[in-house]
């Protein structure tokens, strides 16, 4: 067990001017309050505080995080409030204290709620004072160190939890130690067959190779050396985890893996990095592909680092790492490199904050997302993420994860360049919205104001801003149109009543029924209506006496009709060709200028069809609502047209021609001929409306040869 004398040793050796007296009180207060406690494995609790102090001084924590170490189980295991701690040792600290405490409280339910509790808990905490992660995450390992001493199911409800969230986490603020040791042991409970076997057949694969590590460790220095840099080579084996995630990514068996072990080279400055690489690839030739710069593109988490994969002696591929000191030292301890202790300082400043962009993300998103499952699927994959970096054309840099496209690039500039995105150009080539951005590209975003988010987005984007953002503009797209349709639906039922929607709002009696059906207003409640979560004729019952419905007869109704009918509404306004949650039916493809209605689907979204077309008659009229399209409608529409004609050479090319000469996009055109020595064509067409279509089938009927025109289904 590390004792107190070894905490306040290894404090001084990075702080020798710290507060000793703040750690040796808080060293005895806590000697105090745990007096009568044993830890499972028999030992004092203090043993346990004392550990997660020694795990942070690796972190070279400040005497305010480690006395937090020191004290962070006394608010939930010894019955000591908050105020108390204040008042014995100070608001800072009591703060840690705190923090922790509110980290571990979580609520029980099911694995996706608790898991997202406890990461939203811990994003939180991190926003506020990264000091508590660091606490809570010494806390874990140590944890995990004794976790043999717990119920085989505590093990593996742990280990899981260790794994799905406290090695993310590790692992984006860059403490690589510790994300490492706790994959290990995480792996070790949950799989432990593998895990001990894997170790057994690792070391002896280690015995085996050792000469060879030494000797390309030999060459290494030798090389180096001679080209006048002084450089330390390290041999490592790779960790179990990592080892066991590559074997099963690649469906190797460990004798075929042959990257194992890597190498590092550290040196006193980034110029000798670079000279380091070079003189490496002037004697072992590079794998294509593989060499990485991280210095001159750090990670997010601050790693920096050249990387290559060689082929070195004996025809093995060899993995080799280049960094300074100074940059060994942030790839180890992460972001605790980085904190400006002697400044006592706990929250992020300027200089740190484009570092932590990813924090402020995850910030967003457990204000965003209240979905458990969206939320935990959003944060691992912002915790985990395999990077690309591209370039503003002004020459910015941006990180994305790896399959990131235009979309999510727009969004991350602006909102609204998201919205209205409406293609990209990259390195001065125009792409597609499906591209998938490499490193160095450089992204220039095309908008347009018709331009907007479609479900079919949410296949493209990667990252979790981008897709909530899409989401969130559906969402409110969607309850602007089940507001709309509801507002139809009832409005015309309320017409044979000699109701009108409009005085039913004016007078608050429509804001009545709603609050009877538990809405806020009239609003919410006529948006549940056109999303079918409430029925109309249960607002009609509301507003109508029993009585009065029964008299209102169907021979009634047709009585009234002729003096509703002046009355009757307008319908939903299709404003575009590409308006969210609308479709055009394949069956008659509506063009503007013909009558429509629309089918309300289940899910909310509208289907528009020609009002003559056969298909209405199959579906339920309830789910018919008047439309009619708006007199500056944007866009083009699909039509397909049917040319039969004589079987002859060169009429296909006169059709296209006429049809072309009219100004009009031939989407796709299929010929097939007949029995009967008859050709017929096919033209899908972009049409703005149907008075185009109508001028097509005029210039084509005039061409020598054109027995008929028509326009039929996309089916047909």
């Given at each position: 067990?590390?004792?107190?004398?070894?905490?306040?040793?290894?404090?001084?050796?990075?702080?020798?001017?710290?507060?000793?007296?703040?750690?040796?009180?808080?060293?005895?207060?806590?000697?105090?309050?745990?007096?009568?406690?044993?830890?499972?494995?028999?030992?004092?609790?203090?043993?346990?505080?004392?550990?997660?102090?020694?795990?942070?001084?690796?972190?070279?924590?400040?005497?305010?995080?480690?006395?937090?170490?020191?004290?962070?189980?006394?608010?939930?295991?010894c019955n000591v409030s908050r105020e108390t701690l204040a008042k014995e040792f100070g608001e800072e600290i009591a703060s840690l204290v705190d923090g922790v405490?509110?980290?571990?409280?979580?609520?029980?339910?099911?694995?996706?709620?608790?898991?997202?509790?406890?990461?939203?808990?811990?994003?939180?905490?991190?926003?506020?004072?990264?000091?508590?992660?660091?606490?809570?995450?010494?806390?874990?390992?140590h944890n995990m160190r004794t976790l043999d001493f717990m119920p085989p199911e505590k093990q593996i409800e742990k280990a899981e939890e260790t794994l799905e969230i406290f090695a993310p986490i590790a692992h984006r603020l860059g403490i690589y130690w510790v994300k490492t040791e706790l994959e290990d042991l995480s792996f070790r409970f949950l799989k432990p067959e593998i895990y001990y076997r894997l170790v057994e057949e690792v070391a002896k694969i280690a015995h085996q190779k050792q000469d060879y590590i030494k000797y390309v460790q030999d060459i290494l220095k030798e090389k180096l050396n001679s080209a006048g840099l002084e450089c330390d080579v390290q041999g490592r084996l790779k960790h179990y985890y990592s080892i066991y995630q590559k074997l099963e990514q690649q469906k190797l068996s460990l004798e075929e893996m042959t990257d194992i072990y890597g190498f590092r080279i550290f040196t006193k400055t980034i110029k000798e990095c670079y000279e380091a690489l070079y003189v490496i690839?002037?004697?072992?030739?590079?794998?294509?592909?593989?060499?990485?710069?991280?210095?001159?593109?750090?990670?997010?988490?601050?790693?920096?680092?050249?990387?290559?994969?060689?082929?070195?002696?004996?025809?093995?591929?060899?993995?080799?790492?280049?960094?300074?000191?100074?940059?060994?030292?942030?790839?180890?301890?992460?972001?605790?490199?980085?904190?400006?202790?002697?400044?006592?300082?706990?929250?992020?400043?300027?200089?740190?904050?484009?570092?932590?962009?990813?924090?402020?993300?995850?910030?967003?998103?457990?204000?965003?997302?209240?979905?458990p499952h969206q939320f935990l699927e959003t944060v691992k994959s912002d915790l985990f993420p395999d990077e690309v970096y591209l370039f503003t054309p002004k020459g910015d840099l941006k990180v994305f994860p790896?399959?990131?496209?235009?979309?999510?690039?727009?969004?991350?500039?602006?909102?609204?360049?998201?919205?209205?995105?409406?293609?990209?150009?990259?390195?001065?080539?125009?792409?597609?919205?499906?591209?998938?951005?490499?490193?160095?590209?450089?992204?220039?975003?095309?908008?347009?104001r018709d331009a907007h988010p479609v479900k079919a987005w949410l296949d493209l984007a990667v990252t979790p801003r981008s897709r909530t953002k899409i989401q969130h503009f559906l969402r409110t797209q969607e309850s602007k149109k089940s507001l709309e349709v509801g507002r139809q639906l009832l409005e015309a039922e309320l017409m044979k009543f000699d109701l009108r929607l409009n005085e039913l709002i004016r007078s608050g009696k429509l804001d009545q029924v709603a609050?009877?059906?538990?809405?806020?207003?009239?609003?919410?409640?006529?948006?549940?209506?056109?999303?079918?979560?409430?029925?109309?004729?249960?607002?009609?019952?509301?507003?109508?006496?029993?009585?009065?419905?029964?008299?209102?007869?169907?021979?009634?109704?047709?009585?009234r009709k002729a003096s509703a009918k002046s009355a009757k509404p307008k319908g939903i306004l299709i404003k575009s060709a590409n308006e969210p949650l609308i479709e055009f039916a394949p069956c008659c493809q509506p063009l503007p200028g013909e009558q429509i209605v629309v089918y309300m689907m289940s899910d909310a979204g509208l289907i528009v069809h020609r009002a003559d077309c056969p298909k209405i008659l199959e579906i339920d009229p309830e789910k018919i609502i008047p439309a009619r399209w708006s007199p500056r409608i944007k866009g083009t529409f699909s039509a397909t047209i049917e040319v039969v004609s004589a079987d002859e050479k060169g009429l296909l090319s006169e059709m296209s021609g006429a049809i072309s000469r009219l100004g009009i996009n031939i989407k796709k055109a299929l010929v097939r001929t007949t029995e009967a020595q008859k050709a017929v064509a096919t033209f899908e067409l972009d049409l703005k409306n149907v008075q185009e279509l109508n001028r097509v089938i005029s210039q084509l009927e005039r061409i020598k040869n054109i027995i008929s025109v028509e326009k039929i289904s996309a089916s047909a």
């Open positions: 067990m590390i004792r107190i004398n070894d905490i306040i040793d290894r404090l001084l050796s990075y702080q020798p001017k710290a507060r000793v007296d703040l750690i040796q009180k808080a060293y005895i207060r806590s000697a105090q309050l745990h007096k009568d406690q044993r830890l499972l494995s028999g030992l004092p609790y203090l043993a346990h505080p004392l550990e997660v102090a020694g795990i942070l001084t690796q972190l070279k924590a400040d005497e305010p995080t480690l006395a937090g170490g020191l004290l962070h189980d006394t608010i939930e295991d405490t509110r980290v571990g409280k979580i609520s029980k339910g099911n694995k996706p709620k608790v898991q997202a509790e406890y990461l939203g808990k811990m994003i939180l905490a991190m926003s506020k004072d990264i000091r508590v992660i660091l606490i809570k995450l010494a806390d874990r390992l690839h002037s004697f072992w030739t590079p794998v294509p592909g593989k060499i990485k710069d991280y210095i001159a593109l750090p990670k997010p988490n601050l790693y920096q680092s050249l990387h290559t994969t060689v082929i070195g002696p004996e025809g093995e591929r060899i993995e080799i790492q280049i960094r300074t000191y100074e940059m060994h030292k942030v790839a180890e301890q992460g972001i605790a490199a980085h904190w400006r202790y002697k400044e006592r300082k706990s929250v992020i400043g300027e200089e740190e904050e484009e570092h932590f962009a990813w924090l402020k993300r995850l910030v967003e998103f457990k204000q965003e997302l209240s979905d790896k399959g990131a496209t235009p979309i999510d690039f727009a969004y991350a500039i602006h909102s609204e360049l998201g919205n209205h995105i409406a293609g990209a150009k990259v390195n001065n080539r125009i792409v597609p919205l499906s591209y998938q951005l490499q490193s160095g590209d450089i992204v220039e975003i095309i908008t347009s609050k009877k059906f538990s809405f806020t207003d009239h609003k919410k409640l006529l948006e549940a209506i056109g999303s079918q979560k409430m029925s109309h004729r249960k607002v009609i019952a509301q507003l109508v006496p029993a009585d009065e419905m029964r008299r209102l007869s169907p021979v009634y109704h047709r009585k």
